[in-house]
């Protein structure tokens, strides 16, 4: 993509000289002292050096994540089957293509969530944690957990900074980004889900049960 070019944005046509515009393709690497990579220009917007506008968010269809394990093992070591509630925590965070994890807190999320509120009205959260319990049945010989999946959606956008003074040659750099973070539970009809999963014990694992206070009991261990 050619950097100094005049650029279409909205239905404004900006016409800006050579060392105003800067544009970053995150796929393709940065040339040394030519531009700098999308890493530095979140980290400029996360720190406030940089004046930064998440421009045009749009949201996507929201989609059920993949589940993931959210308690501890509960390991059967006796003769019949056994049951016993659990309790459990999960909390979802968010990330973004060209940054890694979003930071609560940080410059970058206060950003998005301003930006997503202007254009939908809807409140962004970049985290979102629940607690509860659950009843774990487990046959003899295998091991129970408890698993649960998060309703996520992505929001599509383009990151805008301006620098009161040139920076890599530029006054403004735009950079394209896609954020995935957790989104209420029952939005476009998804809905968060937690269920009990199990399996065999390992060979390993059932050496646990011939041993020490584990033998012929029931027993939780975090991993």
């Keep these: 993509m050619t950097m100094n070019r005049t650029l279409r944005y909205g239905s404004r046509t900006l016409a ?6 800067g544009v970053i393709a995150t796929t393709v690497p940065a040339a040394a002292e030519e531009q700098p990579t999308a890493e ?3 980290a400029d917007c996360a720190s406030g050096e940089a004046k930064c506008t998440f421009n045009s968010p749009r949201l996507s269809r929201a989609y059920l994540g993949e589940p993931r394990q959210v308690s501890g093992l509960l390991y059967n070591c006796t003769d019949s089957p056994a049951s016993q509630s659990m309790s459990w925590a999960d909390t979802v965070g968010s990330s973004h293509s060209v940054g890694g994890s979003v930071t609560v ?3 970058i999320e206060g950003i998005i969530t301003a930006s997503v509120t202007a254009t939908y009205d ?3 959260q970049s985290t979102h944690t629940e607690t509860s319990s659950f009843t774990v049945n487990v046959r003899p010989g295998e091991v129970g957990w408890i698993s649960r999946a998060q309703v996520m959606q992505r929001i599509t956008g383009t990151w ?24 209420p539970n029952g939005t476009d009809g998804k809905h968060s889900a937690v269920v009990v999963k199990s399996r065999k014990m390992t060979t390993e ?3 646990l049960c011939t041993t020490g206070s584990t033998q012929d009991k029931l ?3 975090s991993s």
Aim: aromatic share 20%; glycine share 12%; charged share 20%.
């Design 219 to 221: 027993f939780t261990r």
């Design 105 to 107: 807190g940080g410059g």
């Design 16 to 21: 800006l000289t050579a060392t105003a515009l």
């Design 40 to 42: 530095q220009i979140m």
């Design 160 to 183: 805008q900074t301006h620098y009161d003074d040139p920076k890599w040659g530029h006054y403004y750099w735009f950079v394209p980004d896609v954020v995935t973070g957790p989104a």
């Design 122 to 124: 809807y409140t962004w």
């Design 205 to 207: 694992e059932k050496k």
